[in-house]
């Protein structure tokens, strides 16, 4: 059997070139190849091509008819691109593939073969290509990401070494120009100045990268694709320059989603629910999605709970304190606690809400709406009962009576 039987037979204009299936599964060294063709039916046994020699083959082997599928991984876009230029190309999902094609025996020829059998059925999930600007963008987002994370454990370096030896640092920035002669002075051993030195030093010039990453990006927000869309964001509450670029770096073309719930979920930020049969349960952020998106959006809310007034009487700590107070003082209740106790949390914690807007008291006028909504807990001992407490307008429980043995008996 040939290596490719439909390469032996040239196709002519008049014929209709048959359509193939290849995959590609992508190492640090070499590509593997392998591909079947609309029956699934094994027409390129899996072999192993260099990176240098790739490019040659797919020039002498691929026709436009074919469809050519990749899973993503580090530095794929390359190969999406070199293999976009002679066939149709597919990006696959990773996570998605490993469930739809996992195995026990795993080898690199066995998953060019799943990969290229789930193509030719249709069962590729597919990830969306962004254009080059979009790429690019991304790449710098994600390099300011790193080199800002780089100064950060820097900085904690320095700030670990000032707790270490019990020295408070200078009044304002302590790594400001004028305080280099104070870490200088420093009574510390000659491998610790050393530190210091070369850590300040690798502060200073990680300062001036970030701050030529972010020229690069006020510059981009200026020109096409970005210009008409940066305004729009920067006017939402929490949101700056920096923000509004991550965000569109993220998302690409909102076209793509059909429903405000797809974006949510594309960014992590929709929460977790089991619901078969009569079980249903909700938990946290699924947290499966663009990390970077999703850090994004929750820096823009801390940001505007914390500058809008808005969103601070929404987030007031007063309102979380009186709910959590209403729903922990009836979870001291046991007689109410065989009674659909989540259902009376929520009765509970509406109505320690208050209505309309939400004034912070402080003072007296706090401590004692403390009172009213979280009581003192009472003495509790073997030989004498507590007496009954009110919270939140419910009795405290009742003493439980002893049964008598001799009674069940009887």
């Keep these: 059997m040939p290596l490719f039987p439909r390469l032996i037979q040239p196709v002519s204009s008049e014929q209709v070139a048959p359509t193939d299936v290849l995959a590609l599964d992508a190492h640090k060294h070499y590509v593997v190849i392998g591909g079947v063709n609309a029956a699934c039916e094994l027409v390129l046994p899996p072999r192993r091509l260099d990176w240098a020699e790739l490019e040659v083959w797919f020039r002498a082997h691929l026709l436009p008819t074919d469809k050519v599928v990749i899973e993503a991984t580090t530095n794929t876009w390359t190969l999406y691109d070199q293999a976009a230029r002679y066939a149709g190309a597919v990006m696959a999902h990773p996570p998605h593939i490993k469930l739809i094609g996992a195995a026990l025996v795993k080898t690199d020829k066995r998953d060019v073969q799943v990969l290229a059998k789930l193509l030719a059925l249709n069962l590729i999930p597919e990830v969306w290509v962004p254009p080059q600007p979009m790429r690019e963008l991304r790449e710098l987002v994600a390099h300011r990401e790193r080199l800002t994370r780089a100064r950060t454990q820097t900085t904690n370096r320095l700030h670990s070494m000032l707790q270490r030896h019990n020295l408070a640092a200078p009044q304002g920035d302590p790594f400001a120009a004028q305080h280099r002669a104070w870490w200088a002075s420093l009574d510390l051993s000659a491998t610790e100045k050393l530190h210091v030195r070369q850590d300040l030093d690798t502060r200073d010039h990680l300062t001036t990268q970030i701050a030529e990453v972010e020229q690069e990006l006020a510059r981009l927000s200026t020109v096409s694709p970005w210009a008409p869309h940066v305004p729009l964001l920067i006017q939402l509450p929490g949101i700056g320059l920096l923000t509004a670029l991550v965000i569109l770096a993220a998302v690409g073309d ?42 994004a959006m929750v820096e823009a809310a801390w940001v505007a709970a914390r500058t809008r007034p808005h969103w601070q009487a929404e987030t007031c700590p007063e309102r979380s304190r009186r709910v959590r107070a209403a729903v922990q003082a009836h979870a001291r209740q046991p007689g109410q606690r065989r009674h659909r106790p989540q259902a009376a949390g929520r009765r509970l914690a509406r109505l320690a809400r208050p209505r309309g807007r939400l004034q912070c008291p402080s003072g007296q006028g706090r401590r004692q709406v403390l009172r009213l909504v979280w009581p003192p807990r009472p003495h509790r001992s073997r030989a004498v009962h507590p007496t009954p407490v009110r919270a939140l307008a419910v009795d405290a429980p009742r003493p439980r009576r002893r049964l008598d043995p001799c009674a069940l008996r009887r």
């Design 254 to 295: 909102i076209t793509r989603f059909a429903h405000a719930k797809n974006l949510v979920g594309y960014a992590g930020l929709g929460t977790y629910v089991h619901d078969s049969g009569k079980t249903h349960r909700h938990g946290g952020i699924t947290k499966h999605g663009r990390a970077d998106l999703r850090h």
